[in-house]
């Protein structure tokens, strides 16, 4: 059985950083990309950032490009966000999810597995 | 970004009706177009991908259908544990973009 479980959440003030981590199980880790996946208070599903099954290729969301690090470390079977110059509007659940294939960019292509999700509130 | 919308944003039925959610993309996402299910404080689950292709488990209840621009989610036979948020997923550009949500309710 597939099992994501994120972590690294909390609160910090704006302009600060925080990691999450995604612990991956059930699964051979590397041979599927994997994203995180944001949801506002009261506000409907973002995608965030991915990141190919080697970890070669990273994809973000422009509003998000510049501040967020995306990585993985299969040896560990665990997905990475790294968050700086945190805004308030990045205040959210921040999911990972898994994708069907090894490639970010191959088609079709869906999120197949979910996390229960990390809560990042972003506030003074 | 691919813009998705979805209507109506909120729906009111009751067990045992048959209901259908509208997605449309503001440009041709061929037939990567994907359907979730979200409950209250849990995360989202897979419904159909591809547009009309069940997940696994899913049960045939759900039927997704649609290419293009536009798309369709259609729940026959509502049971209870129906009632909750759907989200269509658009795959064909980077960014994925979801649609708004339609939350659907009990009568």
């Known amino acids: 059985e597939v099992q994501l479980l994120e972590s690294g959440g909390g609160l910090v003030q704006p302009g600060g950083s925080l990691r999450l981590s995604c612990a991956a199980s059930?699964?051979?880790?590397?041979?599927?990309?994997m994203s995180w996946v944001r949801q506002a208070p009261g506000k409907g599903l973002w995608w965030v950032s991915a990141?190919?099954?080697?970890?070669?290729?990273?994809y973000y969301a422009d509003s998000v490009k510049g501040r967020f690090t995306i990585s993985r470390d299969n040896s560990k079977n665990t997905l990475y966000l790294q968050m700086n110059s945190l805004r308030v509007e990045d205040t959210a659940i921040y999911y990972c999810?898994?994708?069907?294939?090894?490639?970010?960019?191959?088609?079709?292509?869906?999120?197949?597995?979910w996390g229960q999700g990390t809560q990042v509130t972003v506030s003074s | 970004d691919i813009q998705m919308t979805q209507s109506p944003p909120s729906l009111s039925a009751s067990v045992g009706d048959s209901v259908t959610i509208t997605c449309r993309a503001n440009?041709?996402?061929?037939?990567?177009l994907n359907w979730y299910q979200q409950k209250p404080g849990k995360a989202p689950k897979l419904l159909i991908y591809?547009?009309?292709t069940l997940q696994s488990g899913v049960p045939s209840r759900f039927t997704g259908s649609g290419s293009g621009t536009d798309f369709t989610l259609s729940i026959s036979t509502l049971q209870p544990e129906d009632f909750a948020t759907y989200y269509c997923?658009?795959?064909?550009?980077?960014?994925?973009?979801f649609g708004q949500g339609t939350k659907l309710e009990v009568k």
């Open positions: 440009l041709s996402v061929s037939n990567y």
């Open positions: 999810a898994k994708d069907p294939n090894w490639s970010w960019t191959r088609l079709p292509n869906w999120f197949d597995s």
């Open positions: 591809a547009a009309s």
């Open positions: 990141i190919s099954g080697s970890g070669t290729g990273a």
């Open positions: 997923q658009q795959t064909f550009l980077t960014p994925r973009t």
């Open positions: 059930g699964f051979t880790f590397s041979s599927y990309a």
